[in-house]
Structures are given as C-alpha cells and as structure tokens.
C-alpha cells in the first residue's frame, strides 16, 4: 500500500499535542462519552435516506421526520451535560482544550436544544424542516473550535483501541516493511469502529435507552465507508491475488459489506419508528453482534498474518465464549431439526417423549445463545409443540417450525465466528 508513513507520522504529533493534556486524566472519559455522542450526531445529522425509517411510512418527502428531531434533541441536551461535567473536571486553561472554549461550545449546545423543541412543537415535521435544520445545526457546532477537538480526542482513544497482544507482534515481531506499514495504517480505523461497537455493547449491559444508538450506529455506518474506500483504494492499485496481505484484506472488505448490508438494510430498516422495548433490544442487539463479531474476526485475521498459529481468545477473549456457544447451538439446533422433521413425516415412529426431551434440552441449554430477536419465536414453537397433543393438529406445526428452524439454523451458521469453523453434523444425528 503506498503510504505516506511520515506525514502520518507528523499528523499523529499534532493530535498528540491536543490530546497530551487529557491522556492518563480523570477527565478523559468524559471527553470520550462527549466526542463519542458529538460524532454520533454530526453523522446522524446528514442522514436523508430512510435507513433508519420503516419503508412502509411513506417517501422520504412525506414521511415525518419528527422521531429524528427527537434523537438530536436528546443528544443535545446529553452532549451539554457532558461538557458541563468536563469544564468542571478542568482545572486550568493550560491546554489545547481550553474551559473558555467548552463555556462558548456548551452556550451553542444549549441554544440548539431549545430551538429543536421549539420546532418540535410544530410537528409533524418534514424533510424539508429536517434538512434545514440539520444543515443549520451542523454548521452552528462546526463553527465552534471545540466541536472538532473533542470528537478528534476521542477518535484518538479510538484508535489505539486494539489487542495489546497485536500491538506488540507489531513492535517485536520481524515482519516485512511494506506490510508493517500497511497495518500501522489501517489498525486505527479498525480501532475507532471497535471503540464506538464497545460503546453501545457498554449500553447494551446496563440497560440504558436504546434508541439514541442510531447516532452511534450512523457513525459506525460512515466510519466504515471510510475503512472500505481506503481498503478497495488499495485493492485497485495493487491487484496481487497471490500476496496474502491482498487476500486477507479483499475477504474482509467482501464479508464487511455483507455485515453492513444486513445491518443498515435490514436490521435497523424502521429502528426510529420502533415502540416496544424487546423489538428495540433486539435490533440493537442483533446489529451490534453482527458488525462486532466481523470485525474482531478480521482483525484476528489480520493478526495471523503475522503470527499464523495465534489464537482469537488472546486478542479478544469474548471471541472464544462467542465460538464455543455458536458451535453449541449450531450443533444442537442440527439435532432438533433432524427430530422435528423426522416427527414430521412419521410421528410414530419418533415418539412423543424423545421429541419432548429434545425440544426441552434444547430449551434448558443452547437457546439461550440465540440471539433476542429469535428467542421469542423459537420458544413460542416450542411451547405450541409441547402443548399440542393430537396428531392432526400437530404435524402442520411440525412442519412450520422446521422450515422456520432451517432458515434460523442458516443464519447460525453464517456467524462471522464460525467462519473457518465448516458444519460437519454430529454422529449421533446422521
């Protein structure tokens, strides 16, 4: 890849220089949390498509956009108690990062938030209203030198948001020139996304409110693009199928795009319209675990490039838990398929308690490891199948809950972190 590793080099001191003052201080996660939900809103703030919008709510003209004026409310208000904590943890102007700059940022944040529910009370509100407001508001916080500052320190904490483990195979591993610089290149962009994957995995274990992630999942979105423009630029210029770099990467970019279109086209397709708190979990749930499990698995590839035998758990250990309940599940959801549709065509022949002990093994272990969005249906077959007790009644169950098992065992099976892991079924199920 050609890089430009000096000015690199030079522009990584320059945000050092910003940053110096706020490293290894008690206020830097608060300059995190701040620049994390500050990126979120500048991305969500350009958003014109109905990515996070049910289809079915109409054109991107005539649909209200009310719930998105709402989410940029509620980062308002979120991002001015943040910089209000983080002038109070300041204790000098002896930095980059000056009070006097936080007190200007924090008026303009304020003034925004009652201006945005002002204009909620005029809802609906349409696209018109919407791009308006969005442009007005980006360029209000751009115009203030904080803005860019606090999101650039947080990006730089994001950056080095990588396996200690990697890191040193970097530092002490003999590796050829080209391919440490390339690395040295693109690890920080997988370490920003990982960052800001963590930040709604961190949200997601306290169960705090959901809806907000759409600002983080729409920064997620554009820092993504970033990686894949910067990685298919490099694909175009060298074109060296036998070089293992090329390959390692050209899969990634390939199983990336696949991730992200079963996230934002799919997953998150009516996220902002969504009522009920399972529907929400779940979502986010699911579309947190798809992009974060890629990308972990790729830069664990990334790794073995440098160390071929080096094993996942020692750069994410959460990837050796993952893999060992999805080969579980996967294995176990094989067995209830085969004794579904077994007891499909020929009741009798299975029996009544050998299906029951396997529909109820399956309950008391490997559901659990299901994702929350298939853990409802899955456990209703279940019950349905439990509770029917003629014959009649129950082979057309029987039949929809295996077809519904097939599909569900497919997307198990497409687990990033089961990539190099084939399906060989189990002995006992042959």
């Not at 709402?70 to 308002?76: C, D, H, I, K, P």
């Not at 936080?102 to 944040?109: I, P, V």
């Not at 009522?275 to 499990?293: C, F, K």
């Amino acid at each position: 890849m050609e890089t430009t590793l000096t000015s690199q080099k030079k522009g990584q001191k320059q945000k050092l220089k910003l940053t110096d003052a706020l490293v290894e201080q008690p206020h830097q996660n608060t300059s995190f949390e701040l620049g994390l939900w500050l990126s979120g809103l500048e991305s969500f703030l350009k958003l014109r498509d109905t990515s996070f919008a049910d289809s079915k709510q109409g054109s991107i003209t005539t649909r209200d956009w009310t719930k998105e004026f709402r989410l940029v409310n509620s980062a308002l208000l979120l991002c001015s108690k943040l910089n209000l904590q983080l002038i109070r943890e300041l204790k000098n102007e002896d930095q980059e990062l000056a009070v006097s700059e936080l007190s200007d940022f924090s008026a303009a944040l304020i003034d925004s938030a009652l201006i945005t529910e002002a204009l909620l009370r005029g809802s609906p509100l349409r696209f018109a209203e919407w791009v308006a407001w969005s442009n007005f508001l980006t360029e209000k916080l751009k115009s203030k030198s904080a803005f860019r500052k606090i999101i650039l320190i947080a990006e730089k904490q994001g950056e080095s948001f990588l396996p200690e483990k990697f890191l040193k195979l970097l530092d002490t591993k003999p590796i050829p020139y080209d391919l440490e610089a390339d690395l040295r290149l693109l690890l920080p962009h997988f370490g920003k996304i990982l960052k800001w994957l963590d930040a709604i995995g961190k949200i997601l274990d306290k169960d705090e409110p959901l809806k907000p992630t759409a600002l983080l999942f729409a920064r997620i979105h554009e820092q993504t693009k970033d990686l894949m423009r910067l990685i298919n630029d490099y694909l175009l210029r060298k074109h060296d199928e036998e070089d293992e770099f090329f390959a390692a990467l050209d899969c990634a970019v390939y199983a990336i795009s696949i991730e992200l279109r079963k996230v934002y086209d799919y997953e998150l397709v009516g996220f902002t319209e969504s009522h009920q708190s399972p529907a929400i979990y779940a979502r986010v749930e699911t579309a947190h675990g798809l992009l974060n499990d890629s990308f972990q698995q790729t830069v664990v590839n990334l790794a073995r490039l440098i160390e071929p035998e080096i094993d996942s758990g020692e750069l994410f250990p959460n990837i050796e838990r993952k893999l060992r309940n999805s080969l579980k599940l996967r294995e176990d959801l094989w067995r209830v398929l085969q004794v579904v549709k077994a007891a499909e065509k020929d009741l009798e022949k299975v029996g009544f308690p050998k299906l029951y002990q396997v529909l109820n093994d399956f309950f008391d272990t490997s559901i659990r490891y299901l994702f929350f969005k298939d853990l409802e249906t899955t456990e209703r077959f279940i019950e349905e199948v439990l509770t029917t007790k003629e014959k009649r009644d129950l082979v057309p169950i029987l039949h929809r809950f295996g077809t519904y098992l097939e599909t569900l065992f497919e997307q198990v099976n497409m687990r990033a972190v089961l990539a190099n892991h084939p399906f060989v079924p189990p002995e006992d199920s042959r």
